[in-house]
């Protein structure tokens, strides 16, 4: 998939998503809360109810499209780091870098131009710090998606969003949602540009009681990763699974593992990992 556009992609990516949580939900699994990590934000907001199916994947759609259009194509890049921001910003002090996603108290992603990328990269390896640079064509979550945010605020305004039927976990906002209101056109414009913060969604779910130890969280996405983040945030007690996972047989996870008989679980679904624990990530985040 990584030939294929953006559009194509991101369209897949998210119709597998809501796919496969339906095919869940049909076999008794009904979620307690839902989370998903940047595009896989979308998916979760459609099956909290938020958003109609087809809304969902238009905006996924016009968004993507937006971006291949109108952003510089391989100018800047994503790195992820095995270290806190707090130790890469004194590393990385005064380097032109934005913070794109948050994903544990050990895993930072960050985005910039190329050769601050590569400088950056430098820098951490020769202090004993892991790093990879994501093969993406853009710097998701950034100023390089800002190109795009005029025209997308005007597409997203055309959407109706309705009160969550679940609460929703929000990497953006480090909250959890339960009431009408907050789910928009802007939540979805500052979605694109600002940081992905799992680690504080999930905390503020922790210490709400949303989810707990006996939670069972079910990773939705194209190979483990959200998963990780969970354990590496909340402790490695937390009770996880991955549907899909390259080169095993989905119908495993259906017929071995008895999910049919997992309450009370949260459902986290993916976006295309950003993360160490996969260094080729598909195309379009």
């Given at each position: ?18 796919a ?12 307690s ?110 100023a ?21 039927s ?15 209101g ?23 779910a ?27 945030t ?52």
């Amino acid at each position: 998939m990584n030939d294929q556009s953006p559009v194509v992609v991101q369209l897949a990516i998210v119709s597998l998503e809501i796919a496969l949580a339906r095919l869940l939900q049909s076999l008794g699994v009904v979620p307690s809360a839902v989370v998903g990590h940047s595009l896989g934000e979308y998916a979760a907001l459609h099956i909290a109810g938020v958003m109609t199916l087809f809304d969902t994947l238009y905006l996924v759609g016009r968004r993507a499209e937006f971006i291949q259009e109108l952003c510089d194509r391989g100018t800047q890049a994503m790195l992820a780091i095995k270290a806190s921001h707090s130790t890469i910003r004194k590393l990385l002090n005064g380097k032109a870098y934005e913070v794109a996603c948050v994903n544990g108290p050990e895993d930072t992603v960050i985005s910039a131009a190329n050769d601050v990328i590569d400088g950056a990269k430098a820098v951490l390896n020769h202090n004993g710090i892991k790093s990879t640079v994501l093969q993406t064509p853009f710097a998701f979550h950034s100023a390089q998606v800002a190109p795009i945010m005029d025209l997308y605020t005007k597409t997203a305004e055309g959407v109706t969003f309705h009160k969550p039927s679940v609460p929703v976990l929000c990497p953006l906002t480090g909250k959890v949602v339960q009431e009408e209101g907050v789910f928009s056109a802007h939540y979805l414009v500052r979605h694109l540009r600002e940081p992905v913060n799992m680690a504080a969604a999930l905390g503020t779910a922790y210490e709400s009681r949303v989810l707990d130890d006996s939670t069972f969280t079910i990773e939705i996405g194209p190979h483990p990763v959200v998963c990780g983040m969970v354990k590496a945030t909340l402790g490695s007690q937390m009770p996880t699974l991955a549907i899909l996972s390259r080169g095993k047989d989905l119908w495993q996870h259906f017929t071995g593992k008895g999910i049919t008989s997992y309450g009370g679980s949260i459902m986290l679904l993916s976006n295309p990992p950003i993360g160490l624990s996969n260094f080729q990530p598909m195309d379009g985040i």
